[in-house]
């Protein structure tokens, strides 16, 4: 399985790809725009982690 980072990397550049595609995203705001999404996905998907491991955890004490 690949990385963390190389997992959000790869969603991240595909979503900014799509930004461009639209025009939504000029040269100008690309760095910013970048970053903002990479910690979005990578936020997005910390929390779905630790909320998934906290119902695994709460499943398994009540059995």
Do not use: N, W
């Not at 760095?31 to 695994?56: G, M, P």
């Amino acid at each position: 399985m690949k990385s963390l980072d190389e997992q959000v990397l790869k969603v991240t550049k595909e979503i900014v790809a799509k930004f461009i595609e639209v025009g939504r995203v000029s040269p100008a705001s690309f760095e910013e725009t970048f970053k903002t999404v990479y910690r979005s996905v990578k936020e997005a998907i910390l929390d779905h982690s630790i909320e998934e491991e906290e119902l695994t955890t709460s499943t398994i004490k009540q059995t």
